[in-house]
């Protein structure tokens, strides 16, 4: 055996047990059948497919891809105006100061994180008090879609901008020099140059922040008051609350499917549609 497929093979044993045997039992899991104890009875049927996408459970889905979209395309928005001037507009050790500082409250609890945002969402919170002093009356600030999506947002958004800024750090600033020099104005020079040349960035943020939100269950049970199914949701009360482990294990299923086809399209389509508006 070569040096080369040596090294491979503690890494081929670590996928094998923590990723292929895993998802091995999911699938045979999500083939089974739930008895009167809520034990997997082990079969070969699609039951519990059939059951997703013909009751209602495809409506929760659609939330979550819903709401992870929008989550991505405002983390992305954002990212790109903060990587942008973190990496066009400072020194390398203001740039490091920002960026650490930026990213200190991943260092917290998820959880915690989360709290922090009811504690400011709640009808006598920060923001409501801010609203009231503002005169605009009383406003609804908790459990609804506009806090499930700034929770998530503030969750996600560090994902999107690192990539970023890793992207855009590496750009030669003498292509938006000529591209000026040659009469190009701001925005033409950052849809011709800066985003083509930042395409992997953008597309490995993209892929950060919309897998995580898109199974995510615990900002919307939180901040949404559970109003709404999102396919996180519905999951983890098939697999705690009901117990029904093999509905819960073809819903699973589904969802690696998907964000699998979504990963397979960033990675196919998205860097090649940037590169286009070159």
């Known amino acids: 055996m070569s040096s080369g497929l040596f090294l ?29 104890l809520g034990r997997v009875v082990f079969a070969c049927n699609f039951g519990n497919y059939l059951r ?35 990496a066009f507009n400072l020194n390398k050790r203001s740039q490091n100061l920002f960026l650490t500082l930026f990213i ?50 503030y969750n996600y958004l560090p994902y999107m901008v690192l990539p970023l800024y890793a992207a855009l750090e590496k750009l030669d ?16 020079a950052f849809l011709k140059i800066t985003l083509p040349l930042s395409s992997r960035g953008v597309v490995a943020g993209c892929i950060m922040v919309f897998i995580p939100a898109l199974g995510d269950y615990v900002t919307p049970d939180l901040l949404g008051g559970a ?25 699973s299923t589904i969802l690696i499917l998907i964000v699998s086809i979504a990963v397979w399209i960033y990675l196919k389509y998205g860097e090649t549609s940037y590169e286009t508006l070159g």
Request: aromatic share 12%; with cysteine.
């Open 227 to 251: 109003k709404h199914m999102l396919i996180g949701n519905l999951i983890q009360n098939q697999f705690l609350v009901v117990r029904d482990w093999a509905f819960g294990s073809a819903v």
């Open 52 to 86: 997703f996408f013909s009751g209602p459970y495809l409506l929760a889905l659609w939330r979550s891809i819903i709401l992870s979209s929008a989550t991505t395309l405002i983390c992305l928005i954002l990212g790109m105006c903060f990587a942008h001037w973190l």
């Open 104 to 153: 200190a409250p991943l260092w917290t609890s998820f959880l915690l994180r989360i709290y922090a945002w009811m504690v400011i969402l709640r009808p006598t919170g920060l923001m409501a008090g801010l609203f009231d002093f503002l005169h605009f009356g009383p406003v609804n600030t908790m459990y609804n879609f506009g806090a499930v999506l700034l929770g998530m947002v």
């Open 8 to 36: 491979l093979v503690p890494t081929g044993i670590w996928l094998v047990t923590f990723l292929v045997i895993p998802l091995a039992i999911l699938l045979v899991c999500s083939l089974g059948t739930r008895d009167e």
């Open 173 to 188: 600033t003498n292509l938006l020099e000529a591209a000026a020099d040659l009469g190009a104005s701001p925005l033409s």
